[in-house]
T-cell receptor
């Protein structure tokens, strides 16, 4: 399968713990995006990378959140000291520079107890 | 700032009924417009798109026309099927902006 993949698909953690999610974009896609989707809402933008450079961060991305794309391929999103309000679906998408279409992965569903 | 407003659901239709899901937007400049669909248990899939005024996007029997004068991009299908049951999201992307801005989604249920 050559689509966007995310790991894990589900994560249950206790409040205060750190979690890390991984996204593997479609190969050769130089842009990678992270979104968060809560129940009954549309996805909300968190941050995006062009190659290894993080070009934009949303105000939703508090200082407990950090994202990396060290080699311009896969990306990780870490949440430190998780809170119950962090419970959501975290979506990753990728695209080619200059092409509007973004391809989404299946998401990682985070539940913070 | 840029925003998208969709009609609230859920929408329940009988098979073969006509579907319209309204979407209006607020944006500076000339955004690109999209409809994404999310089937139960699956990720978001691009359904159709339009990149300039009066463009019509179409796919799988669905259509939407980019109307700049009314800032709208309504989704239509002439005859829905049970398999069309899903959540539909309208989205826009501004000119120099990297990310998509989504509406809240409209859940469609089609009954046989």
């Amino acid at each position: 399968d050559t689509g966007v993949s995310q790991d894990p698909r589900h994560k249950i953690t206790k409040r205060g713990q750190n979690v890390t999610f991984r996204c593997d974009p479609i190969s050769e896609h130089n842009r990678l995006y992270w979104y968060r989707q809560t129940l009954g809402q549309g996805p909300e933008f968190l941050t995006y990378f062009q190659n290894e450079a993080q070009l934009e961060k949303s105000r939703l991305l508090s200082d407990r959140f950090s994202a990396e794309r060290p080699k311009g391929s896969f990306s990780t999103l870490e949440i430190q000291r998780t809170e119950q309000g962090d419970s959501a679906m975290y979506l990753c998408a990728s695209s080619l520079l200059g092409i509007n279409e973004q391809f989404f992965g299946p998401g990682t569903r985070l539940t913070v107890l | 700032g840029n925003s998208v407003t969709q009609m609230e659901g859920p929408v329940t239709l009988s098979e073969e009924a006509f579907l319209t899901i309204n979407c209006t937007y607020t944006a500076t400049g000339y955004p690109s417009l999209f409809w994404y669909v999310q089937y139960p248990g699956e990720g978001l899939q691009l359904l159709l798109k339009a990149t300039k005024a009066d463009d019509k996007g179409s796919n799988k029997g669905f259509e939407a026309t980019y109307r700049k004068e009314t800032t709208s991009f309504h989704l239509e299908k002439g005859s829905v099927q049970v398999s069309d049951s899903a959540v539909y999201f309208c989205a826009l992307k501004g000119g120099s902006q990297g990310n998509l801005i989504f509406g809240k989604g409209t859940k469609l249920s089609v009954k046989p």
